[in-house]
């Protein structure tokens, strides 16, 4: 039963899920009518804490029954795939599909098809010459197909859905009856596959191990499974022996100008992206207090830096003070006052002037404000798109001071990731630092093993999505492929 299912997953879904998903799984339950507004409403209001809010969301679900359960894992299933291959969802839907068609495929399925989903079945080693022969031999259709749909089921998960397929492959009508045509369509492990390197194989074989920064290391299978089915979707990276990969972080703390605070916390960002960058294999150069021309003369040489040659790619992280035009030297006493523009930026890393990067993913990172608005709007309880309606915008806390961010040109593969939407404020905290620094270290160690870099970017905003603090941003983006980056290659 499905509500049994859930009661055995409920711990491990606790501790690994996130609010994003959480709220889009509440989402689907409201608009099935599984819950209401009212226990939506409660599930988001438990405490903040999206442990106490999972709690909340599985108890309130197995309480409506089965149906109300087996509803609920498939919205994981949907909303979140990895998550729910690692709790065993993927593999209890597609168990429950095979057993549900049991009866009506016993009533209709013609010999024809069993030997044709046999073959098949024989062919990607389901079964083997033996079972074949056991199906074959029974001498009534009806037993020949309870036989190999009992077979299969034993098998798990994986061998169902290799049915499920061929069954569908070989008689499109006889899947459409038994409602397999929907159930691929919509089914999680279609959208494992449509992941590609995403897909989990198994638990075992894909449980990463973490590093000593924390970051979890790419499994050999999965690293095998992306070069293989991707090869030409994907950046190649680099031998670990003979790359030369390099970085550089500029992080501006202090400031000669009374128009400027000190950018208390700048001190951890600086030492958690040096952290993060060296476990995913980057040389890192790090500079601190300069003004707009030292900013812009560390990244020319940087730039032309001849290592780049043997290099697969770069990351180039900026922290400072900044407006709208761009980021603030410590020399700068506001607009257009020691300012590195964009333009410069850009001009710096294009391919004209650094072509040893020429193809090869060129990831920026601006932790900055980008002006002086707070980046959120009231809204009327009426207006509301959601339960999480804006009306409820938390008050900026004291403890977190404003930077600023800019928009910024690109050319070609090449990205940037802005801590905030053009014209708004940046939040930092003088103790643990900027927010936004902290979402992208924890989901880059999180995910880099198994997402490519702008899935990884995708969580870090769904990370804010209910907290309108601020808005990371992505901007003219131009990688041509996915870039992953393969921790431990």
């Known amino acids: 039963m499905a509500d049994k299912k859930l009661a055995e997953v409920r711990t491990e879904f606790v501790e690994k899920v996130n609010k994003?998903?959480?709220?889009?799984?509440?989402?689907?339950?409201?608009?099935?009518?599984?819950?209401?507004?009212?226990?939506?409403?409660?599930?988001?209001?438990?405490?903040?804490?999206?442990?106490?809010?999972?709690?909340?969301?599985?108890d309130g679900v197995r309480k409506k029954g089965p149906k109300a359960s087996l509803m609920a894992i498939q919205s994981i299933s949907s909303r979140d795939v990895f998550l729910a291959e690692q709790?065993?969802?993927?593999?209890?839907?597609?168990?429950?599909?095979?057993?549900e068609a049991r009866t009506q495929f016993v009533e209709m399925v013609s010999k024809a098809v069993i030997s044709s989903v046999l073959d098949d079945l024989l062919e990607k080693g389901v079964l083997n010459d033996e079972e074949v022969e056991k199906v074959k031999k029974k001498y009534v259709t009806q037993e020949q197909a309870r036989t190999l749909i009992?077979?299969?089921?034993?098998?798990?998960?994986?061998?169902?859905?290799?049915?499920?397929?061929?069954?569908?492959?070989?008689?499109?009508?006889?899947?459409?009856?038994?409602?397999?045509?929907?159930?691929?369509?919509?089914?999680?492990?279609?959208?494992?596959?449509?992941?590609?390197?995403?897909?989990?194989?198994s638990v075992e074989e894909t449980q990463p191990v973490e590093s000593g920064q924390g970051i979890k290391l790419c499994p050999q299978n999965v690293f095998?499974?992306?070069?293989?089915?991707?090869?030409?979707?994907?950046?190649?990276?680099?031998?670990?022996?003979?790359?030369?990969?390099?970085?550089?972080?500029?992080?501006?703390?202090?400031?000669?100008?009374?128009?400027?605070?000190?950018?208390?916390?700048?001190?951890?960002?600086?030492?958690?992206m040096k952290r993060?960058?060296?476990?995913?294999?980057?040389?890192?150069?790090?500079?601190?207090?300069?003004?707009?021309?030292?900013?812009?003369?560390?990244?020319?040489?940087?730039?032309?830096?001849?290592?780049?040659?043997?290099?697969?790619?770069?990351?180039?992280v900026l922290m400072s003070h900044g407006l709208r035009a761009g980021l603030c030297g410590v020399k700068s006493k506001g607009e257009n006052s020691d300012i590195l523009s964009h333009d410069t930026i850009y001009s710096?890393?294009?391919?004209?002037?650094?072509?040893?990067?020429?193809?090869?993913?060129?990831?920026?990172?601006?932790?900055?404000?980008?002006?002086?608005?707070?980046?959120?709007?009231?809204?009327?309880?009426?207006?509301?798109?959601?339960?999480?309606?804006?009306?409820?915008?938390?008050?900026?806390p004291a403890m977190y001071e404003s930077d600023a961010l800019r928009r910024v040109h690109v050319e070609s593969d090449l990205i940037c990731f802005c801590s905030t939407t053009p014209d708004n404020v940046s939040w930092r905290s003088p103790t643990t630092g900027s927010i936004f620094i902290v979402q992208l270290i924890k989901h880059m160690q999180e995910h880099a093993w198994c997402y490519h870099l702008e899935d990884i970017f995708r969580e870090v905003q769904l990370a804010f999505s209910n907290n309108p603090l601020q808005m990371p941003t992505r901007e003219r983006a131009t990688l041509l492929r996915k870039f992953y980056l393969f921790p431990g290659y």
Do not use: W
């Open 20 to 58: 994003a998903v959480i709220r889009a799984v509440l989402d689907d339950l409201q608009e099935r009518a599984v819950l209401n507004d009212a226990e939506t409403e409660e599930v988001m209001e438990r405490s903040g804490l999206k442990q106490e809010q999972a709690r909340a969301l599985i």
């Open 87 to 99: 709790l065993g969802l993927t593999a209890f839907l597609e168990d429950k599909k095979l057993g």
């Open 150 to 201: 009992d077979g299969v089921r034993k098998k798990g998960s994986k061998a169902s859905l290799v049915a499920i397929r061929s069954i569908h492959a070989r008689d499109a009508f006889l899947a459409e009856q038994l409602g397999l045509t929907d159930f691929l369509e919509g089914s999680p492990s279609q959208s494992l596959q449509a992941l590609g390197s995403r897909a989990i194989l």
């Open 224 to 272: 095998d499974k992306i070069q293989k089915e991707e090869p030409t979707k994907i950046y190649p990276i680099r031998d670990l022996k003979t790359r030369t990969r390099f970085a550089i972080i500029i992080c501006n703390i202090d400031f000669e100008s009374d128009c400027f605070s000190r950018r208390e916390g700048a001190d951890v960002d600086l030492a958690g």
């Open 276 to 316: 993060l960058l060296t476990g995913l294999g980057y040389e890192v150069e790090g500079h601190t207090n300069l003004c707009s021309e030292g900013m812009a003369d560390r990244l020319r040489k940087f730039a032309a830096r001849k290592e780049h040659k043997t290099s697969d790619s770069t990351f180039v």
């Open 348 to 396: 710096i890393l294009n391919n004209r002037n650094c072509p040893d990067l020429l193809n090869k993913p060129k990831v920026i990172i601006i932790q900055a404000c980008r002006g002086e608005n707070k980046g959120v709007i009231y809204v009327s309880c009426a207006d509301a798109p959601s339960a999480d309606s804006l009306s409820r915008v938390p008050r900026l």
